[in-house]
């Protein structure tokens, strides 16, 4: 009954307090179930099992002749099946209203009271990779900026219990001085209003060494985001500096030398991938589980490139979510775990953070967006830092926020909507005037088996 520790907190009870209610003389008395409208059914090694994306827990169906479906909706099975997927939200009493629990999950999920903020220290960056979207306008973030930027978070701190922070550029590590200095002084005030605070940063890598690498812990820096465009031949094409030479080798040092800390942290190794990475990708995954696949602090994420913002100035050859899945099965079948994409296929785990009201950008010079995609695009800049205060537009903020399963009838009927409530990019959303559906969810059923043990 432990599994109970979901997002819906009480609105689901343990099922041993719902109905499985011992009559006179130890016999249970079979009830009337529903079957919920958030079920996805899948087999993996011959086993049939249904995954709920309302409750975020699945149960093994050895056959699923053995559901006997009577008459409307209402279906009953045997004592011990019951029971089972009862508690993984699969069958539900009849009388239980899913839009409620649904509509309870998001509000949940929005006063989870965790502040999020994605900080840029400085927009420049060390590296040219070919299908960056960013302009590099804006140098680091000056002194006022980092002033105003710790006045706003002490006065507005005592309304959450947590802050997050993830780290951003541009190449953050040009600035690690910065962050080093903002961070003792958030930690200063994490401590002054009693919550929780811990980090990430997203980094190509190049800078990371051992030194920095401890200085980061010390910021409370656990997660990290380091992309390896494949082998050195392809990564090297298209992650190159700013003198237009390749960029493996030192990352790849760098990542080994992480790996000799005892600490704790996280690591996923994003490798983006066209058509040109897929050449040499067998060897690269290959590498991958030599040299990491004994460290679960390193996880390895495939994504697609895709051009998020219509302005992908390369001949890039780009290819669909699709094309993944054989990497992904070969990988799965040398031993590599897909364990941590649990976490995104959770209740609420495709939500971008640009829909979360509690989640903004800051910019290195003080402005204020929801997106790290679109700098330039002003229906993304929605405030800036003022004399310690955020000055926002509301409207325009509301813009990235409300919009998906509150408005389209598409996302209040899908059986996908408690994971990403048609709120996966509210950018393509705002753009084109609809709410795109995430890559994942035409393709969970081959997810849910990667992620099977
Ligand atoms: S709004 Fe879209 S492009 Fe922007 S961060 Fe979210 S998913 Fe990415
Ligand atoms: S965006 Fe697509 S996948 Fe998400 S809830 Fe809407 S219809 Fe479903």
């Known amino acids: 009954m432990k599994k109970y520790n979901n997002v819906l907190g009480k609105l689901y009870k343990p099922a041993s307090l719902i109905y499985r209610k011992k009559l006179a003389g130890g016999i249970y008395k079979l009830k009337k179930y529903k079957y919920s409208k958030y079920n996805y059914k899948y087999t993996s090694n011959n086993h049939t099992y249904i995954y709920n994306t309302l409750s975020g827990m699945n149960a093994e169906v050895n056959s699923i002749s053995n559901i006997k479906l009577p008459e409307k909706n209402n279906i009953i099975f045997s004592e011990g099946l019951n029971e089972q997927l009862h508690s993984a939200g699969i069958l539900l009493d009849s009388n239980v209203n899913e839009e409620l629990l649904l509509t309870q999950l998001f509000y949940n999920y929005e006063n989870n009271g965790e502040l999020f903020l994605i900080i840029l220290p400085t927009e420049q960056c060390n590296l040219r990779c070919i299908y960056c979207y960013e302009d590099f306008k804006n140098g680091i973030m000056s002194t006022s900026v980092q002033e105003n930027l710790l006045i706003f978070l002490d006065s507005i701190l005592p309304h959450y219990k947590r802050l997050y922070i993830s780290w951003f550029g541009g190449e953050p590590l040009l600035a690690v001085n910065i962050i080093e200095k903002l961070s003792a002084e958030i930690i200063k005030l994490s401590v002054k209003h009693q919550i929780d605070f811990h980090a990430g940063i997203t980094t190509n890598g190049t800078l990371l060494s051992s030194e920095i690498f401890e200085r980061l812990l010390n910021c409370r820096i656990y997660d990290y985001q380091i992309t390896l465009d494949g082998a050195k031949e392809t990564h090297d094409k298209q992650r190159i500096n700013v003198n237009h030479k390749g960029t493996f080798d030192v990352i790849y040092r760098n990542l080994l030398d992480m790996k000799k800390s005892d600490k704790q942290f996280g690591v996923i190794l994003r490798t983006n991938i066209s058509k040109e990475t897929t050449t040499s990708l067998y060897n690269y995954i290959d590498n991958i589980k030599n ?49 941590f994409y649990k976490s995104m296929f959770k209740p609420t785990g495709m939500i971008c953070y640009a829909a979360n009201p509690n989640a903004m950008v800051i910019g290195s010079d003080g402005k204020i967006y929801k997106c790290t995609v679109a700098f330039n695009n002003p229906v993304n ?73």
């Open 381 to 453: 800049t929605i405030g800036e830092l003022k004399n310690g205060k955020a000055l926002i537009d509301y409207e325009k903020k509301l813009l990235w926020e409300q919009n998906g399963f509150e408005t389209s009838i598409k996302c209040t009927t899908c059986k996908f909507s408690p994971i990403c409530f048609g709120k996966f990019c509210p950018l393509e959303k705002i753009i084109n005037k609809k709410e795109p559906c995430p890559p994942f969810y035409k393709y969970i059923n081959t997810y849910l088996q990667l992620m099977h043990k």
């Open 291 to 339: 040299d990491f696949g004994d460290d679960k602090r390193f996880m390895l994420h495939f994504v697609a490139i895709a051009d998020l913002t219509g302005t992908l100035h390369t001949t890039i050859d780009l290819c669909d979510t699709y094309c993944l899945f054989q990497y992904y099965k070969y990988a799965k079948s040398i031993g590599i775990s897909f364990d």
